[in-house]
């Protein structure tokens, strides 16, 4: 528990430049105030007193600006820096030494009660303004720009960035978004339509040739010939031929 806190803290100067001493980290910092908060209220959550904690989540958010639900589960190291705006969903799971800047939202799409956030790995950093929203996997080590919109799975070690949230960066290296300028394999509508055609001829072609092996004595091939059977009698036998 105490190992836990001291790495809370130990977190905000290791990620906040401007933090000069433990007792400026201890009061002036609402991420930290608001994390343990939240431990506070998960531990009430998750120990059947659930109002408590939801009590306790909503007095931090009234003092810090940041909500966090008691469901949701926070690994040690999680930074919140400004804070204010910030929002963590019922489902959300944060792995360790995650960054977390102001008006950050890790959200759900959806209303069903399953799990409907994020799960962030360790070592993500989350830029100001940035919605994580769905109950995808941000992979470890993966930045979020500022004022992202990312709902669909970011994998390890990537750079996130823009709405809808695009990789520019994975393991270091740049990821290429090509315009697609290849104009020799375009569709032709056109000859679609003409080879639709074709093989639909030729399958009647072949249709009338099976009737004509079934039926010798019909002449079907229109040449002034008068057929044997009576009108509507090679309906039928056509009929009958093709159910069996
Ligand atoms: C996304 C981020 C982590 C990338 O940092 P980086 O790895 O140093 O990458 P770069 O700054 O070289 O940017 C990479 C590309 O993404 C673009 N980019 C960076 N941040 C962006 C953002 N928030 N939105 C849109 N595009 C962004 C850059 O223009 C660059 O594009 P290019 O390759 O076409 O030139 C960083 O820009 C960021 O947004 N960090 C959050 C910081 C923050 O919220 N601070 C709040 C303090 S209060």
Not at 51 to 71: A, D
Not at 119 to 130: F, L, P, Q, R
Not at 219 to 240: D, K, T
Request: glycine share 12%.
């Amino acid at each position: 528990m105490f190992k836990t806190l001291r790495r809370d803290i130990r977190s905000v100067f290791e990620r906040d430049p401007a933090a000069r001493s433990r007792l400026e980290v201890l009061f002036c910092y609402p991420g930290l105030h608001a994390v343990w908060f939240h431990r506070l209220a998960h531990w009430c959550w998750t120990h059947r007193l659930k109002f408590l904690g939801r009590f306790t989540s909503h007095v931090s958010r009234f003092l810090t600006g940041i909500e966090i639900h008691p469901g949701a589960r926070l690994g040690p190291g999680l930074f919140i820096d400004h804070g204010m705006g910030v929002v963590i969903g019922e489902t959300a799971e944060v792995g360790e030494n995650v960054t977390v800047y102001q008006g950050v939202t890790l959200g759900g799409t959806s209303l069903e009660k399953v799990k409907r956030h994020p799960t962030i790995g360790s070592n993500v950093v989350i830029g100001s303004g940035a919605k994580v929203l769905g109950p995808f996997t941000v992979g470890e080590n993966s930045r979020i720009g500022s004022g992202s919109v990312v709902v669909k799975e970011v994998p390890p070690n990537s750079v996130v960035v823009g709405i809808p949230g695009r990789i520019t960066h994975r393991d270091g290296r740049k990821v290429e978004h090509k315009i697609d300028l290849n104009m020799t394999d375009l569709p032709d509508p056109v000859a679609r339509t003409l080879q639709s055609l074709a093989e639909r001829v030729a399958e009647l072609e072949r249709t009338i040739e099976e009737l004509r092996r079934l039926l010798p004595t019909v002449p079907l091939s229109g040449a002034g010939e008068r057929s044997r059977h009576q009108p509507g009698e090679l309906e039928g036998i056509v009929r009958s031929a093709s159910q069996d």
